[in-house]
């Protein structure tokens, strides 16, 4: 099975409104084109946040910081593989010291993988569990532990999708793990509310990225209909 890879944000903010935040944003520059797949990190920056750019693919992240930085904002860029939990930790370190703070943890790293349940290996099952679950998990932690350290309150967005909601055919395992992180937030949110981190999920449908590209052709080798043919749909 092949994994169509997304990316992740971490956002630093210092204020309890968007204006001159710090935000930390893994999975920055993929899961969601180069500029459609930054659009979070693009917006945060026009809001007043100063913005660590993640991800595992650094092809287009130091043109997303140059473009947070045109108004003035700070940014700055890491690699980072959520698979791997020390690289989180050092992530978040990185943008807590590099962007004067961090306030808001967007979690957007993940992969989707396209295939029938019949044809589902372990090995499909072990490599999302370890990114889209994992991977989720791990930047909650780190955050939580950054923002109590900070001693302030934080705020963790982890993206799931509405495959979150409805199973949908082909991504059997790619849904469940998206209504995990549902899950996962939910009592995230219940455990850390008294140390005032709140935690909220966000299940965006289709965006036009790198990774929606490569389901369709996925899906268009699946079901045979054309690429354009659905495109046409």
């Not at 703070?101 to 992969?111: H, K, Q, S, T, Y």
């Not at 963790?156 to 199973?167: F, K, L, P």
């Not at 990225?209 to 045979?224: A, K, N």
Request: proline content about 2%.
């Amino acid at each position: 099975m092949e994994a169509c890879h997304q990316s992740d944000v971490f956002v630093s903010l210092k204020q309890k409104e968007l204006k001159n935040e710090n935000q930390w944003k893994s999975g920055a520059c993929d899961r969601c084109g180069a500029r459609e797949r930054a659009w979070h990190c693009l917006a945060y920056g026009k809001g007043g946040g100063d913005i660590a750019v993640v991800d595992i693919n650094t092809d287009t992240t130091g043109d997303v910081a140059a473009e947070i930085e045109e108004p003035g904002r700070k940014a700055t860029t890491f690699r980072t593989d959520v698979s791997d939990r020390a690289e989180v930790y050092a992530a978040v370190e990185h943008a807590e010291k590099t962007v004067g703070g961090l306030d808001i943890m967007v979690n957007n790293a993940g992969i989707a993988q396209v295939d029938p349940i019949a044809d589902v290996t372990p090995e499909d099952v072990k490599l999302i569990l370890k990114i889209n679950i994992q991977g989720g998990l791990r930047g909650i932690q780190a955050a939580a532990a950054k923002f109590k350290s900070l001693g302030h309150k934080g705020k963790i967005i982890n993206v799931s999708s509405i495959a979150g909601h409805d199973g949908y055919e082909t991504q059997g395992v790619c849904s469940a793990t998206t209504f995990a992180v549902r899950a996962l937030t939910q009592a995230a949110a219940r455990e850390y509310a008294s140390d005032g981190v709140s935690v909220n999920a966000d299940c965006p449908g289709i965006v036009g990225t790198d990774m929606w590209v490569g389901i369709d052709r996925q899906f268009s080798e699946l079901t045979g209909p054309h690429i354009d043919e659905i495109y046409g749909k």
